[in-house]
């Protein structure tokens, strides 16, 4: 079952504009975690953050996580054409053993 | 290449029919993964190895369904007697601990 569910489904910008995308879920977590998928390289890892940690950062990412609002989000600064994929959430309870998927964004970069 | 690799890229069988995909993981990893996506959805967990032990198995994965990792290097999927409802994409990773690398999907068929 998805742990939960990121927002918007759905998202359609320009060129050099920010995208955010928001996961919320549904149990505690050990740490949360951003994937991209597209077509030409599957499913990519993005950023890892930890359930300590409020907010980190990598290139033109930026992921923040509220554990009392069960929720995460991602920033995409100055996108580009190539940033066009599906984004997922994905929530590790502890263990190091599954990682269970939000439904995703879909984020269409235009030029 | 040294990322993870998957066999084949695509299956197509017919309804009753046996199908085995194969993954090998990053060859350091200790632990491996299999996932199942359908269109829209994101991955939902199947099974875990750590080493040549299956650690943990998802109610998804029916009698149908058996997974191995001899000598704790590549893994195997098998799905005896398909149904269509097993159309989908197959994903393994591999991880060293927290992130997760994937490797580009078995997308099955089943007419």
């Known amino acids: 079952s998805q742990q939960g569910e990121e927002d918007p489904q759905a998202l359609s910008i320009q060129e050099g504009e920010n995208a955010t995308m928001n996961c919320s879920y549904k149990?505690?977590?050990?740490?949360l975690q951003w994937y991209r998928q597209n077509s030409g390289r599957g499913l990519v890892h993005l950023i890892l953050?930890?359930?300590?940690?409020r907010e980190k950062h990598s290139g033109r990412l930026r992921v923040t996580l509220d554990t009392s609002k069960k929720s995460s989000s991602l920033l995409i600064t100055a996108s580009r054409a190539a940033d066009t994929a599906s984004y997922f959430c994905?929530?590790?309870?502890?263990?190091?053993?599954?990682?269970?998927f939000g439904t995703g964004t879909q984020l269409k970069v235009e030029l | 290449d040294t990322g993870v690799s998957q066999n084949p890229r695509h299956k197509i069988t017919k309804r009753g029919q046996n199908v085995t995909f194969r993954c090998d993981p990053i060859?350091?990893?200790?632990?491996l993964y299999w996932y199942r996506q359908t269109l829209g959805q994101g991955p939902e967990f199947l099974t875990y190895?750590?080493?040549?032990?299956?650690?943990?198995k998802s109610r998804l994965l029916s009698d149908r369904f058996s997974a191995e990792r001899p000598k704790g290097s590549f893994s195997t999927l098998e799905i005896q007697r398909t149904e269509q409802g097993d159309s989908a994409m197959y994903l393994c990773?591999?991880?060293?601990?927290?992130?997760?690398?994937f490797g580009p999907g078995t997308r099955l068929t089943v007419l």
């Open positions: 990773a591999s991880s060293p601990a927290g992130e997760q690398f």
């Open positions: 149990t505690s977590i050990n740490n």
């Open positions: 953050i930890r359930s300590n940690e």
């Open positions: 994905a929530t590790d309870k502890g263990g190091g053993n599954k990682l269970t």
């Open positions: 060859s350091e990893h200790n632990r």
């Open positions: 190895f750590q080493n040549e032990a299956q650690l943990e």
